[in-house]
Every structure is written in structure tokens, then in C-alpha cells.
């Protein structure tokens, strides 16, 4: 970026850095919240993107996850419960040259938004969806979410949700998205890489971020953030790479058939050549990763996936779109409209 640009009142010389991307408006957040270094972390990579502030876009339903839009020096609309997918549709086929987001939440995505994410999904237009995950309505103080597990106990289930939860990657996949990756809050480093990646990729990119509500599900994704256990319940996906986790990758996950199962590193029996490789294009191997930890029969034992589950690269709506304008002019020229609505296919009703 060479040109000198406007930020927030001052003349930049298009250098532009993650403050630059901070708006002038007071982060209303809890103190402790997740959101807080999702925010800092999506500013840091703005720069990195070379595209002006004013050619991107943040869309946002509602929840706490929705005020995104206001801490970003961008453009940003904040629409209503679970239509950020359909708002960002229209958007993204009207101006497919703007970088279009969608920041929302368990509840605003996967509740009243759910028709709205997977027809978003299927379709494949060239959209960043940001689905902060913490198993909990947090706005409207501590409900029960549709990512919430079973047992959990809130303000609206006080012996325990009976609900069985989504799993978001699998929904995401099942609706044949072509970018389907997750993520951690306390995992700066790895979610900005997981953020490039998103961006990076041609389609709809889904990144699950796990996001610690501080205040009603405390320590939700405890297991896989603690340092004392997160080695044993965290596995990090590279494509190409075994998967290895564990204090010094004493363990992976081999594959007995179609079934994932621990194999000891140290026990002599198994070693790397007999472990799973990622492969970011293998559906039928991404539908394992995804219910890897839904496996009853080793339960607390096959550890939770994070990084990239499936990537595929295929045309992007709004390019079909525009496609078949362009066909239909080459074929039909520029058309008349008078001529349209008095032809043969019009009737008088009497």
C-alpha cells in the first residue's frame, strides 16, 4: 500500500499497523473476555492483507460477539439476530471486490442464524466467517447456547441442559464448506496464523475460535489451555504431518481402519511411520477430525484437533454469478426493459 491514506483524522503513508485499525470507540467488553485478544489479533492482520480500510467490511448479528464492527477502523454493519450470513451474501454478490467478514457467535450462528450459516456454507462465496464459540449466551447473561454440553447447568437449564450440542466443524462441513479450521483465544500466535489462513483462502472460510466467557462458563476449553494437561488434550494439525501430541510427541493417532486410536510412541510397538498423516483435502479423513473427540469409547483419552480440518479449493459464488451475467450478455445483449415487461410472458387481469 503506497498511497497516503486518512486514519482515524491522520495522514498515513500507507504503512498502515494494527492501530491503525483500532476505531476511536471504547471497548465495551468484560474485563478478562476472550473477544479481547480475538479483536487485537484480526487488527494485527489487517495490515498484512494490503487492502484499504474502506474496502473492508465487518458484518455482525447480534451478541457480544457482534460489537466487533465498532472497534474496527473499517466498515461495519450491525444487523440483526443471525443475518449476518444473508446480509454479507448480498454484499459480497453486489461487490465481490470488498473483503467481507462475519463475526458472530454460538448462539447468533448456530440458533436463529443456523438456516442462514449453512446456506453461506454451500453456496461458497468468498467470505471470512469469525464463529466465536464459548457455550454460552453471554449477552443476555448465562443462558444455555446450542454448542452448550449436555449436563450443563444456567440460568434456563438448572438441572442440567438436555440438549444435544452442535459440534459447529461437523455442521460446517455437512453443509460442504470448502474452508472449515479452529482455534483457541489463548493461543495468540497459532489463531493469527489460523487468521491468515482464513483470509488466504478462496470461499467461505469457517474458523471455530474457542473464546472463554469469563463471566457465565468460566474455563469452558480449561482442558486445552491449562498447561499442565493441554499437551495431552490438544493435538495441532500440519498438513503433510503426522499427528503427534503429547510431552515431546510421545503419542499420535494411527488409524485402525476408519477408527482414530492412540498409538504410544514410546512403547516400541509403534513409531511415526504408522501414524495418520493430515491431509487438508481428504474429506473423509476431515469427518474423523471433526468427532474425534465425540469417540464414547475413548472418551477423555483422543485428544481435540486445532489448525486447519479441511481446505478445498472450488469456484466462489459471486464468480458464478458474474459469470453467467456475462454469458447472458454475450448472448442476449444489453436487454430492454420495456420490451420485457410487454412481451409475450405478461397477462392483464380483469
Given amino acids: 500500500m503506497s498511497t497516503q491514506k486518512t486514519v482515524n483524522g491522520t495522514k498515513t503513508n500507507g504503512n498502515l499497523q494494527a ?35 474502506e474496502n473492508i467490511v465487518f458484518v455482525a448479528g447480534i451478541g457480544c460477539s457482534s460489537r466487533f464492527p465498532y472497534y474496527m477502523n473499517t466498515y461495519g454493519i450491525h444487523g440483526i439476530h443471525g443475518r449476518a450470513p444473508a446480509i454479507a451474501t448480498g454484499l459480497k454478490v453486489s461487490r465481490p471486490d470488498l473483503s467481507v467478514w ?26 471470512n466467517v469469525l464463529l466465536f464459540n464459548n457455550e454460552i449466551y453471554g449477552l443476555t447473561k448465562g443462558q444455555y ?3 452448550s454440553p449436555q449436563g450443563l447447568v444456567t440460568k434456563t437449564s438448572p438441572s442440567g441442559s438436555v440438549d444435544n ?9 455437512g453443509a460442504n464448506g470448502s474452508f472449515i479450521a479452529r482455534a483457541m483465544d489463548r493461543d495468540p500466535k497459532h489463531l493469527q496464523y489460523l487468521l491468515e489462513r482464513t483470509w488466504q483462502h478462496k ?3 469457517f474458523l471455530e475460535i474457542y473464546q472463554n466467557c469469563i463471566v457465565f462458563n468460566d474455563n469452558a476449553f480449561g482442558p486445552y489451555t491449562d498447561k499442565s ?11 503433510g504431518k503426522p499427528l503427534l501430541f503429547g510431552k515431546d510427541e510421545a503419542f499420535g493417532i494411527r488409524l485402525d481402519g476408519c477408527r482414530p486410536e492412540i498409538a504410544d510412541l514410546a512403547g516400541g510397538k509403534w513409531s511415526q511411520d504408522d501414524l ?25 483419552k483422543l485428544p481435540r484437533p486445532f489448525g486447519v480440518i479441511y481446505a478445498e479449493d472450488r469456484p466462489t459464488y459471486e464468480q458464478l ?25 405478461t397477462w392483464t387481469v380483469k
Fill in 19 to 53: 492501530k491503525d485499525f483500532a476505531s476511536d470507540q471504547e471497548v465495551r467488553w468484560c474485563p478478562g473476555c476472550g473477544d479481547y485478544t480475538i479483536l487485537k489479533q484480526v487488527q494485527t492482520l489487517m495490515p498484512k492483507m494490503g487492502v484499504d480500510p
Fill in 203 to 205: 470461499g467461505t472460510s
Fill in 165 to 173: 450440542p452442535f459440534n459447529p466443524l461437523s455442521l460446517a462441513l
Fill in 145 to 147: 447456547s446450542p454448542t
Fill in 321 to 345: 454469478i458474474q459469470d453467467q451475467i456475462t454469458a447472458s450478455f454475450e448472448r442476449y445483449g444489453e436487454g430492454n426493459l420495456e420490451n420485457l415487461l410487454t412481451g409475450e410472458e
Fill in 102 to 127: 462475519v463475526v458472530t457467535g454460538d448462539g447468533d450462528a448456530l440458533s436463529i442464524g443456523g438456516n442462514h450459516i449453512i446456506h453461506l456454507l454451500r453456496r461458497n462465496l468468498d467470505i
Fill in 276 to 300: 495418520w498423516i493430515h491431509d487438508e483435502k481428504d474429506r473423509n479423513k476431515a469427518w474423523l477430525l471433526t468427532t474425534l473427540f465425540d469417540d464414547n469409547t475413548q472418551a477423555g
Fill in 229 to 239: 494437561m493441554r499437551d495431552s488434550t490438544s493435538l495441532y494439525l500440519e498438513d
